[in-house]
């Protein structure tokens, strides 16, 4: 008899120690540093980015989340021309060089699934609510003036990898594989001062692994 309880103890404890991280009411807190580069075509401008996200979740059900993500972003602009007002000159001319400065709200739902104890995979679906400010810079990366502001909405789609270190805490590698982009541009010292675009990108065109440490509680 006593065989049989040491034997149920033990299933007990792997099962506890396999779902008690993702179970229903548990929750999460965390954040994420990326980095990447993305670009649609060979004679198109290179973006380059970094990214600090906070998040946050809640398990409405075992290993399925509802969460929230604050993206700020700093990127640059590679190769990328545009017109802009020369204040100095008093005309309008071709400019190079853009740093860009966005903050978002992203709610997203979470799925994970198991693969051994303490790893899972998992699926993640965002949406995206995005402002982005675009700054003119110089030769030497100084800020000249604020020249454009986007507001945008869009989706993204991204799997990844989960490995508990303990019940409490993981760390995490994701990339997106699809995300979708609709932006409302306007430049108010440009020649072009409203324009709508949509943006499409798969996930060789826009590689940005994500490294995240999450609490869970």
Not at 12 to 27: I, L, M, N
Not at 140 to 159: H, M
Not at 165 to 192: C, D, G, R, T, W
Request: charged share 20%; hydrophobic share 35%.
């Amino acid at each position: 008899m006593k065989p049989k309880l040491v034997i149920m103890a033990l299933l007990c404890a792997v099962s506890w120690r396999s779902y008690a991280q993702t179970e229903k009411g548990s929750g999460f807190i965390g954040g994420s540093l990326s980095f990447g580069t993305s670009k649609q075509n060979s004679s198109s401008p290179s973006l380059n980015t970094f990214t600090l996200t906070p998040r946050g979740g809640y398990f409405l059900a075992n290993n399925f989340a509802l969460g929230l993500e604050l993206p700020l972003n700093l990127s640059k602009l590679r190769g990328e021309s545009y017109i802009a007002w020369n204040d100095e000159y008093g005309y309008y001319e071709e400019q190079r060089g853009v740093k860009e400065f966005s903050f978002g709200i992203s709610p997203f739902l979470r799925k994970y699934i198991d693969v051994k104890d303490r790893f899972k995979f998992f699926m993640q679906a965002n949406l995206l609510l995005q402002i982005n400010t675009f700054n003119r810079i110089d030769d030497e990366g100084y800020l000249i003036r604020t020249d454009a502001k986007i507001k945008g909405w869009g989706a993204s789609i991204s799997p990844g990898f989960s490995y508990f270190i303990s019940k409490h805490a993981a760390l995490e590698f994701s990339v997106p594989v699809v995300s979708f982009f609709h932006q409302n541009y306007y430049a108010e010292e440009s020649l072009y001062n409203y324009d709508k675009t949509n943006n499409l990108r798969l996930a060789l065109q826009n590689f940005t692994p994500t490294f995240t440490f999450n609490y869970h509680f």
